[in-house]
């Protein structure tokens, strides 16, 4: 039995559009991978390029695209040393918003080289404003959103070091 070249290739197309599918629905956070790693919580230290200083972040992550949309607009408030940490595809420009957000926020924008790029302060919105007018550009594959000032007050500036540490909250895995 001879096989059909012509069925061949077109299977093999069809394969190939299938995974290039997969792949891009996957990159899109439509779902994630079984096999991963938990990436629901984490530890993010960020250590100061001039002192060697290390401040410790215990963060939920946003890693798929409805969780990074939602961010920390269903919670009330944010303690000092909580954050939430965000995960994008690749290195990008970004825009943060305060969208149904309750209380202000530092956004320090992480670089695929694993320092901060940026750091901005942003304001909760007034009575009746809509949080979408207030925005934050940067560039990052990651971005770290603290409560306002927590940045200022702890050094977090352009150039510091940032690590992770995924599956866990304990502060002990943060290096000093």
Not at 49 to 76: F, K, M, N, Y
Not at 101 to 129: K, Q
Request: some cysteine.
């Amino acid at each position: 039995m001879q096989l059909d070249r012509t069925r061949v290739g077109s299977v093999a197309v069809v394969l190939v559009v299938v995974a290039l599918g997969g792949f891009a629905a996957y990159q899109a956070g439509a779902f994630a991978l079984p096999w991963g790693a938990d990436h629901d919580v984490g530890v993010v230290a960020v250590t100061d390029a001039e002192t060697g200083a290390s401040t410790c972040v215990v963060v939920e992550v946003a890693d798929q695209r409805p969780e990074r949309i939602t961010g920390l607009s269903e919670h009330e408030s944010l303690a000092n040393g909580s954050g939430m940490w965000f995960v994008h595809p690749r290195e990008e420009n970004v825009t943060y918003v305060m969208r149904n957000m309750d209380f202000p926020l530092d956004v320090v924008y992480v670089g695929a080289d694993g320092r901060v790029n940026s750091v901005t302060s942003l304001r909760a919105p007034d009575e009746g404003e809509d949080g979408e007018s207030i925005r934050a550009p940067g560039r990052a594959k990651w971005v770290l959103e603290v409560p306002r000032g927590y940045a200022a007050a702890n050094g977090i500036d352009a150039g510091d070091r940032v690590n992770v540490t995924y599956g866990t909250t304990d502060r002990g895995d943060c290096p000093t």
